[in-house]
């Protein structure tokens, strides 16, 4: 009789435990309170929008992106089947631009370099943080806190890097207003989502040169899905993994887990207003840290010390709001960064990489574009109404966005973002307005905020029969993010595996890849470190 795991969450952790289990021949079942799979890359739509046979229009969480770090996402897209002939991994269409747009100012638009050397990297470097309006100097300066990163050992990374804010590394108070608001603020807001004065040096700083080696070295920024997300990858992968066995029970929500003995003997759930208990061999927790914090109780504590720290963790706010467009505008191949937008905006123009006609088959059939925006910060006053996004409408929300978009693009008398050429928008479902003076989020997102390393659990945790498969966990990929989920996944179903004493092949791990040359200057900075000696830095002739 095969081994039985419950999966809780289906989300994109939940749903690569149970794909990785699948393949070994264990008999899953995913449990999912919303009605439908995905988690926050999930496909939305708006509701009562499609006629005459279409469907209601696309809408997102926020823009699914897989910048060309990731690993281990794209190892499961490519074994799930799409057509006849390909996999969804096949459905990723390569960003090759980023386009850097400033208020009242032209654009920077970065295109892809390939570094040999360190004076490549260093002209490479310049090239990217050159012309954004901040003095030679100061960038000089900043680029030489990023080869201070590229040269320092893992071990100086934990024990120094992780407890310093990413404001504090930069030195941003010394420096012009300018490179706060651009190095310091609107990089570490738009790409992860966390204040510069409270972010993880470790975290922010080696996400940020990761995402930069992907644009200097493999060609492209990222890659982009060629449709709406559920359409393109999660429907296909639901498919799969029900063909192949994987029981997948929507409409439950986990209220309690019951541990005896150092084993989790049931976990209580509630499905259509009634109690059920889940019973399983193993137990694999793939909700998100919100949700799993108040599910651990004092004797789950007593049993699990590591998951005793949860509520010490920070989530923040990352939502996203569609503008549906009369025309199309496409702007750059790539993501625009709003770098000095006090909301911290991203945006990616959606119909280049869907395809010319694929949005006839939504709504009435009209719509031209999709120009769908990320929020990154919910706590800074806006240009229009003066208030920070959490403490505004709906209504001012898309107002406020639209007209820092405005500011950003139409620049130097252009006018490429024009109201008459708005149609509709759509704002995440997930923020929700029970009245009119508070905003809730349903589905906040970990941040790492410096010193909280030592908060996050392992995937494998002291609890024999539990294991965790959220983006909380201790990974490679670190941030928050779909393949920090997929590894973690990994690693929870691998510990298993140990568990069980399983045979079966273990799933595929990576760490983060950095280039090759900076290899000998990282084991020097290991001799200083254990010395007790600073990193030698120097690596730039100033």
Not at 38 to 54: D, E, I
Not at 61 to 75: I, N, T
Request: proline share 5%; charged share 20%.
């Amino acid at each position: 009789m095969a081994i039985r795991v419950a999966v809780l969450g289906g989300g994109v952790g939940g749903l690569s435990a149970a794909h990785e289990l699948m393949d070994r021949g264990f008999a899953v079942s995913v449990y999912e309170s919303k009605n439908q799979f995905g988690g926050k890359a999930r496909s939305l739509s708006v509701p009562n929008t499609g006629t005459g046979g279409r469907k209601d229009l696309p809408g997102e969480h926020g823009f699914r992106f897989f910048p060309a770090f990731y690993r281990h996402l794209p190892d499961t897209m490519m074994r799930i089947p799409f057509g006849e002939n390909s996999s969804v991994f096949n459905n990723l269409v390569h960003a090759t631009r980023i386009h850097v747009a400033r208020a009242g100012m032209p654009p920077l638009i970065l295109d892809a370099r390939i570094p040999q050397n360190i004076e490549d990297w260093s002209l490479a470097f310049m090239d990217v943080f050159s012309g954004i309006g901040v003095p030679k100097d100061e960038v000089l300066f900043f680029i030489d806190r990023l080869f201070t990163l590229l040269t320092s050992c893992p071990e100086r990374r934990i024990a120094e890097y992780e407890l310093i804010p990413w404001w504090t590394f930069i030195d941003a108070v010394n420096h012009s207003s300018a490179y706060q608001t651009l190095l310091g603020k609107g990089l570490t807001r738009s790409l992860v989502a966390v204040r510069a004065q409270e972010g993880s040096t470790r975290t922010v700083g080696y996400t940020l040169l990761q995402l930069l080696f992907g644009l200097l070295t493999s060609g492209g920024f990222d890659r982009l899905l060629n449709g709406p997300t559920s359409d393109v990858w999660i429907t296909p992968w639901i498919a799969y993994l029900k063909q192949h066995g994987v029981d997948l029970q929507a409409g439950t929500t986990v209220r309690s887990f019951n541990a005896s003995g150092g084993r989790i003997t049931s976990v209580t759930a509630e499905a259509n207003g009634e109690a059920r208990e889940i019973t399983a061999d193993y137990y694999i927790s793939a909700l998100p840290v919100e949700i799993m914090t108040p599910l651990v109780d004092d004797s789950l504590k007593a049993q699990a010390p590591s998951l005793a720290h949860l509520a010490k963790l920070r989530t923040a706010w990352m939502n996203g709001i569609q503008f549906y467009l009369a025309q199309d505008v496409p702007l750059e191949f790539g993501h625009t960064l709003y770098a000095d937008s006090p909301w911290a905006l991203t945006s990616i123009s959606q119909r280049q990489f869907w395809g010319e006609n694929a949005l006839a088959g939504f709504g009435d059939g009209q719509t031209g574009g999709i120009l769908s925006a990320d929020i990154s910060d919910w706590e800074t006053a806006g240009v229009v109404y003066g208030k920070t996004a959490a403490q505004c409408s709906a209504g001012e929300i898309e107002n406020e966005v639209w007209q820092q978009i405005k500011l950003h693009v139409n620049v130097a008398g252009a006018e490429i973002i024009r109201d008459d050429n708005l149609m509709s928008w759509f704002l995440d479902p997930d923020v929700q307005f029970p009245n009119p003076t508070a905003v809730t989020n349903l589905e906040p997102l970990m941040i790492n905020t410096s010193g909280s390393l030592q908060f996050r659990p392992d995937a494998s945790t002291e609890i024999s029969n539990l294991f965790l498969a959220s983006d909380y966990v201790k990974t490679f990929t670190d941030v928050a993010c779909m393949e920090a989920a997929n590894e973690a996944a990994r690693r929870a179903v691998n510990a298993l595996l140990d568990r069980a004493g399983s045979t079966a092949p273990r799933s595929s791990i990576w760490p983060l890849k950095e280039p090759d040359f900076f290899a000998p200057l990282i084991e020097y900075d290991r001799v200083r470190f254990r010395l007790g000696l600073p990193n030698a830095g120097g690596v730039l002739a100033h």
